[in-house]
C-alpha cells in the first residue's frame, strides 16, 4: 500500500468536513464576504473538476484562485493567456539538447497540482484547445509521446465577460470541460471599507500558509469519491439533465459529461457539510454552478429575455431545477 493510499483510506467524512472548513476560513482570510464562491470553488477541488471563474476586472477572480491554491500545499502554476501565446506555452516542448544529440522534452506550466489560468478567453481558440485533452484526459501528447500529469489535477481558469474587447468566446467544447462557472460579483460597502484598512501596506495573501498538505488533499479526494449515492438521486440528476435538452428556451442542452460531473460535485458538497450520501438538495445546490455554462438558449429566449431580472440561462436552470419532481425516500446507504 503506497503511502497516499493509506492516507486515503484513513480519512473520515468527519476530517473531511473538517479540513474544508479550515480550508475556507483560510481562503476567507483574503476573500471576505464570498462565501458561496469559496465553497464552490472547493467544492470542484475535492471533485477533481474545472472551474472558471468569469466575471468583469478587479473583482478577486485571481486573487480567489491564488488564495485557494495557497491554501493547499501542492504544485501550483500560472499561465497568464495573451492573444500571442502559443499551445507549446502551455504544454510543453521537444528541445535538442547538443550533449545527448537528443530532444528532450520540457515540461510546460500545465504540468501542476493547481493550474491557474488568467483571462483565458483573451488567448487564441487554438491556444485555448491545448487545454483540452489536459482537462479531460489528465495527459498531454507531444510528439507521439504522452506524459500523464500527477494527480490531482485541477485547472482554475479566469475569463472576462465575452462582450468586452479583446476576448475570445470559449466554444462549447472548450466550456463543457470545466465542471463549474462561478462568478465573484462585487463586494458589499463593508467589505469594500475593510479591504481599505487591511490592504493599505500589503496583502493578506503574502501572509497565509497552507492548511492542508498533498496527501491529506487526495485523502479528501479519495474519500469524496467513496461517498454513496442512491438510485434515486442518480435518477433526479439525469432527469434535470433530459429536461435541458427538451426546454423550449434552450437549442443546446446539457451533456452527459454534465451530468456525470453534476453527481461528483453533489458528492463533494455532501461530503463538505459531514455527509456520506448525496440528497437531492445537493444536486439543487450545484445546479446552476454546473449546468448553467454549458447551455446555450434559443435567439428567441434571448429577445424575450428582461436583463434586469438577471442572467437568463440562471433563471432557465432555476425554473428547470424547480419543475422537475425530487425523488421520494431515503437517500442514505442501506
Known amino acids: 500500500m503506497t503511502e497516499t493510499t493509506a492516507v486515503a483510506t484513513k480519512m473520515g467524512i468527519d476530517e473531511v468536513g473538517a479540513r474544508a472548513a479550515a480550508i475556507v476560513q483560510n481562503v476567507e482570510a483574503v476573500i471576505a464576504g464570498k462565501r458561496e464562491a469559496v465553497t464552490s470553488a472547493l467544492t470542484v477541488l475535492l471533485a477533481e473538476g474545472h472551474l472558471l471563474i468569469e466575471d468583469v476586472p ?18 501550483v502554476s500560472r499561465i497568464q493567456f495573451t492573444p500571442d501565446l502559443l499551445p507549446s506555452d502551455v504544454t510543453g516542448v521537444s528541445v535538442f539538447d547538443q550533449a545527448s544529440r537528443r530532444f528532450e522534452f520540457k515540461h510546460g506550466p500545465v504540468f501542476a497540482n493547481i493550474v491557474i489560468g488568467d483571462e483565458i ?21 507531444a510528439d507521439g509521446t504522452t506524459y500523464r500529469l500527477e494527480p490531482p489535477f485541477t485547472v482554475i481558469a479566469t475569463q472576462n465577460p465575452v462582450e468586452m474587447e479583446g476576448t475570445y468566446p470559449l466554444p ?57 449515492t442512491s438510485q434515486p438521486v442518480k435518477e433526479y440528476a439525469v432527469d434535470l439533465a433530459r429536461a435541458t435538452r427538451e426546454d423550449r428556451q434552450l437549442r443546446l442542452g446539457a451533456s452527459p459529461r454534465a451530468t456525470l460531473q453534476l453527481i461528483r460535485a453533489a458528492k463533494a458538497h455532501a461530503a463538505m457539510h459531514g455527509r456520506d450520501f448525496v440528497l437531492p438538495d445537493d444536486v439543487d445546490a450545484l445546479a446552476v454552478p454546473v449546468l448553467a455554462h454549458r447551455l446555450v438558449p434559443t435567439s428567441r429566449a434571448v429577445g424575450a429575455h428582461d436583463r434586469d431580472s438577471g442572467p437568463l440561462i440562471d433563471a432557465i436552470v432555476r425554473r428547470i431545477v424547480g419543475e422537475t419532481p425530487v425523488p421520494v425516500g431515503s437517500a442514505r446507504r442501506n
Open 58 to 75: 478587479g473583482v478577486g477572480k485571481t486573487m480567489l484562485a491564488k488564495t485557494l491554491a495557497r491554501s493547499v500545499d501542492a504544485t
Open 121 to 141: 478567453n483573451r488567448a487564441s481558440p487554438k491556444t485555448q484547445s491545448a487545454l483540452l485533452e489536459c482537462m479531460e484526459e489528465r495527459q498531454v501528447t
Open 172 to 228: 462549447e467544447a472548450q466550456r463543457d470541460r470545466f465542471m463549474a462557472r462561478i462568478s465573484m460579483g462585487y463586494p458589499s460597502s463593508a467589505d469594500e471599507l475593510a479591504m481599505l484598512s487591511t490592504r493599505e501596506t500589503s496583502s493578506p495573501l503574502d501572509a497565509l500558509e497552507p492548511v492542508v498538505d498533498l496527501d491529506e488533499l487526495r485523502g479528501m479526494i479519495e474519500a469524496v469519491q467513496h461517498v454513496f
